[in-house]
């Protein structure tokens, strides 16, 4: 058990432009959550699959954000068009069905 | 109203010091109770898992929950430095929410040597 795994551990760009963040569960879990967390602040939920479904988004998963999990195992996710506002760090976690949730180290994102 | 409330802090105590963290909640749907440790620029850890009121101890730490009046709260008896990480409450309301944690603003603690 290697643990919840996240590239890049950080990621600057520029506004504008396009960026995709990976997230590697533990093996076996089911389920693969995504968080968001700004400083000073709690995670907040984004999104979360079991298997390849997605199912249940948040409301502050605009348009612009997008996330797979094609073969249940992987998950990406994207932000289309960055804005100074999605500087955050972004969570991912994962576990079985009715388990708690094991974290990941986070992908830093700091848009310019 | 935000469905959490936790007192940021931040909270400096000498070691050995007895620790006291809070949380209040408003969602009554809220059946599961969590407590994370996140140390600087990593990922939250999970301390404490509880889904009943009343104590759960590990260790070091205790988890007290009180449902009636939608409180929670950690205690960490005989603090170390290594203790000093911002502590998060965290809750699930199970069901079809089984999957979303909402989560405290999260409570910054020092521990001095």
């Known amino acids: 058990d290697t643990g919840v795994s996240q590239n890049p551990r950080h990621k600057i760009t520029k506004r504008g432009q396009n960026v995709t963040f990976r997230c590697d569960p533990i093996s076996e879990h089911n389920r693969l959550y995504w968080y968001r967390q700004t400083l000073g602040q709690g995670p907040e939920f984004l999104t979360y699959f079991q298997n390849e479904a997605q199912l249940e988004k948040s409301r502050l998963l605009s348009d612009r954000f997008s996330a797979e999990r094609p073969k249940g195992s992987f998950s990406t996710l994207e932000i289309q068009r960055t804005e100074q506002g999605d500087s955050a760090m972004y969570l991912c976690?994962?576990?079985?069905?009715?388990?708690?949730?094991?974290f990941g180290p986070g992908t830093r994102l700091t848009v310019l | 109203q935000k469905e959490v409330e936790q007192d940021p802090g931040p909270l400096s105590v000498p070691e050995g010091a007895i620790v006291s963290l809070n949380c209040t909640y408003s969602n009554s749907a809220f059946q599961y109770f969590m407590w994370y440790r996140q140390y600087s620029r990593k990922g939250p850890e999970l301390l404490m898992y509880t889904y009943s009121s009343g104590n759960k101890e590990d260790g070091r730490f205790t988890a007290q929950v009180d449902k009636s009046s939608k409180y929670i709260s950690l205690f960490i008896r005989d603090s170390q430095p290594s203790d000093s990480a911002t502590y998060l409450c965290?809750?699930?309301?199970?069901?079809?929410?089984?999957?979303?944690?909402?989560f405290g603003q999260g409570t910054i603690l020092t521990v001095h040597p």
């Open positions: 976690a994962s576990s079985r069905i009715t388990d708690t949730q094991y």
């Open positions: 965290a809750f699930n309301a199970g069901g079809t929410s089984y999957g979303k944690l909402t």
